[in-house]
């Protein structure tokens, strides 16, 4: 069941979405070699209570924290941990915030240091694909329009997009139907309509699509250990416009020199 919301509604979204994209801001400034995932972890959690949200994702099913943290090979839902950056590395950040009842969701790959050139170009393109998403996304079209434009972009640049998680819809609760592949048919799927709200989050791998899940049912893992990275923003569709409620301003601001 899709929820299509109101203008008004949409503009309850907007704090929401906002925090989430200031929360990704704070923790960019962290990222670097030397810190670990536990630290960046805690610096969002306080960041968003201080802020007047909820971290959705600790407690979420029984996820464990606040920040979804995807180091390299790790595609999405990983752990925090004790594990230390390295310089190469690349880190994919994914958290939900609730405020006012609504939820924002996003999502950004960073580079730790400096990393290899082509995982530079790879981050660019995943990015991109994110870009190719929203743009498809118009009244009147299919979520599977959407799904098309990110598997071929992708694909034609050599790489995979994974299968086994999807962007949503997200509003009161942070995973609403519809379901947003990221590979898929044109011209397939639930219609485009005004007061959609969605994510659209492109998973993708450096080398095959396909990936594990860990034992703790959460962390997905590339199976072949090459890099994994992901975007991701919360749209709302009104007066036939698409509205992107995230931003990575907040990114840009913070890291201006190390931003991809
Ligand atoms: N953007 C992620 C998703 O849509 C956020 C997951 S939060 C978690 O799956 F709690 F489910 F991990
Ligand atoms: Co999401």
Redesign the pocket.
Known sequence: MIYLKTPDQIEQMRPAATLVSQTLGEVAKWIEPGVTTRKLDAIAHDFIRDNGGKPA?LG??G?PATL?IEVNETV??GFPSGYTLREGDIIGI?T?VEKDGYNG?S?YTFAVGQVDEKVMQFLKDVKAALYVGIEACKVGKRIGDISNAVQTFCERRGYSVVRE?CG?GIGKS??EDPEVPNFGRRGTGPLIKNGMTI?I?PMVNMGSKNVIIEKNGWECRTRDRKNSAHY?HTLAIVDDEVQILTTFDYIQAAIPDRFI
Do not use: P, S
Request: proline share 0%; charged share 20%; glycine share 6%.
């Open positions: 994702c979420y099913g996820f979804c999405v839902h994914d939900v969701d999502c998680m949503h942070m995973h994510c989050e991701e």
